[in-house]
């Protein structure tokens, strides 16, 4: 059973510039998530895909998008690269429950290591 | 999401029991209580949810008093390989899309 992966392992970057992230969710999951983990930091919530669409956006400007893929895979760019924006990106997939509302329990990957100098 | 109170640090030697608690005055009638589990340059993994009262798995153990302001969180027997973050969160089962991290409580174990 194919956990969720995530492509590159790790990314350098300069400012200004513009990265895409990768994300496959675990089998059998259709959502997916986006979190920023900056170092000595907890995830923050980037944003959510379901159905290939954005549902549910965190605090971070529209410098961030994504964009789900019908086999459910998503990915993740971020334009307009700040020194800021070094960190660690996490992407973690989940499964509607049949309620329109994702199940509890999210399954990380083991995420992209961002730098941007 | 109910905001979420825990040790920064905690340090155990190996082999004895960790309880790590975590404060949520505000908490709400339908919020779960969730811990996740961090190491370094991975994914948090999921260990244990519960609502009330005690959970326990094949990991870990969840006491979740009748008040549910506060929850702990306990490792019987650690070993080196359980030195991680651990994370408490707060919420509707139904809103895990937005999983409010804090700063988790960083388990040292040592021989």
């Known amino acids: 059973d194919a956990g969720v992966t995530q492509s590159p392992t790790h990314l350098i970057k300069t400012r200004g510039q513009q990265v895409t992230l990768r994300c496959s969710p675990k089998?059998?999951?259709?959502?997916v998530s986006w979190y920023q983990q900056a170092l000595g930091q907890g995830p923050q919530f980037i944003f959510q895909y379901y159905e290939e669409e954005e549902r549910q956006r965190g605090n971070f400007p529209d410098r961030f998008s994504g964009h789900q893929f019908p086999n459910y895979s998503s990915e993740l760019n971020v334009n307009a690269l700040l020194l800021g924006d070094s960190a660690l990106y996490l992407c973690?997939?989940?499964?509607?429950?049949?309620?329109?509302?994702?199940?509890?329990?999210?399954?990380f990957g083991p995420g992209t290591r961002l730098t941007v100098l | 999401l109910a905001k979420t109170t825990q040790p920064i640090s905690m340090d155990s030697y190996e082999g004895q029991e960790v309880n790590i608690t975590c404060s949520h005055n505000?908490?709400?009638?339908?919020?779960?209580i969730t811990w996740y589990q961090q190491f370094p340059s991975q994914g948090p993994r999921f260990i244990i949810q519960g609502y009330k009262t005690k959970v326990t798995n094949e990991v870990a153990s969840l006491f979740i008093p009748a008040d549910r302001k506060s929850s702990t969180l306990s490792l019987p027997r650690v070993s080196l390989s359980d030195t991680a973050v651990y994370y408490c969160?707060?919420?509707?089962?139904?809103?895990?899309?937005?999983?409010?991290f804090g700063t988790g409580t960083r388990l040292q174990v040592t021989l």
């Open positions: 969160l707060v919420g509707l089962t139904g809103t895990a899309s937005k999983l409010t």
């Open positions: 089998s059998g999951h259709d959502t």
């Open positions: 505000n908490i709400a009638t339908n919020d779960y």
């Open positions: 973690a997939s989940s499964l509607f429950d049949g309620k329109r509302q994702p199940q509890d329990t999210q399954y």
